[in-house]
């Protein structure tokens, strides 16, 4: 059972707007800011959006992050194929075991 | 190219040691905090450790806490997890990543990723 809680599953036609939602607490998407991080197929994780709607450099416009109290969304307009992958909200924690990160249990974005 | 390199897995029986490294290359190392994080067989991510660029802070995940310990050597620009009482449990791919600061307590991003290394805890 994953802290951060995300669908397991979501997907678009191409062209579609999709979005992906990551429910914390108080203790972590509350007080801290949320990163999500793209996995394709067989590779590593990659940063997408950092500080709640940041992209690194490189991260197309189409991925866009947004933060409300205990709750992020990550929204991908212009759906691509080469989009489908595996996709992870994360956030810094601070409970009673100390200062540490917390990942969502991933959702799985499909392209049809 | 910044690039990060894990190495040192492999297969362990229940209650044995191993050592990860992780050489980096491609930027000045120690301005960086670094993580492990590890993914199970078919699962999703979970954040084991993370160091400050001079081990001044360092964390752990609860599941690892007291087995698990995590170093960096910067005059080698390399990370360490020494990973002793293994459990079935362990078994995972493990990333080493870089922070996007300095410290764990800037509470930052992980912006570059290794390839990961298997370690299977089995009899």
């Known amino acids: 059972q994953s802290v951060l809680t995300q669908p397991p599953s979501a997907s678009g036609t191409p062209g579609q707007r999709v979005t992906i939602s990551c429910s914390g607490s108080s203790s972590n998407i509350g007080s801290n800011t949320v990163n999500w991080y793209q996995q394709l197929p067989g590779t590593a994780p990659k940063l997408l959006i950092y500080s709640n709607n940041q992209r690194p450099s490189g991260v197309p416009d189409r991925f866009s992050g947004s933060k409300s109290g205990t709750s992020a969304s990550l929204a991908i307009s212009g759906l691509q194929s080469e989009d489908e992958a595996d996709y992870y909200c994360?956030?810094?924690?601070?409970?009673?075991?100390?200062?540490?990160?917390?990942f969502g249990g991933g959702t799985k974005l499909t392209v049809l | 190219e910044v690039q990060l390199v894990e190495s040192g897995g492999g297969l362990v029986q229940p209650g044995r040691s191993l050592r990860l490294s992780c050489a980096a290359s491609?930027?000045?190392?120690?301005?960086?905090?670094m993580h492990w994080v590890r993914q199970a067989p078919g699962k999703g991510l979970e954040w084991v450790s993370g160091i400050s660029w001079n081990s001044g802070s360092i964390g752990y995940a609860d599941s690892v806490k007291g087995r698990f310990t995590i170093s960096r050597d910067n005059a080698k620009n390399s990370l360490y997890l020494q990973m002793n009482s293994l459990r079935a449990e362990d078994t995972a791919l493990y990333y080493c990543?870089?922070?996007?600061?300095?410290?764990?307590?800037?509470?930052?991003?992980?912006?570059?990723w290794g390839q990961g290394t298997m370690v299977t805890v089995s009899s």
């Open positions: 990543a870089k922070d996007q600061g300095p410290t764990v307590t800037k509470r930052r991003a992980f912006d570059i």
């Open positions: 994360a956030a810094w924690d601070d409970s009673l075991n100390g200062l540490h990160v917390v």
């Open positions: 491609g930027f000045t190392f120690d301005d960086y905090a």
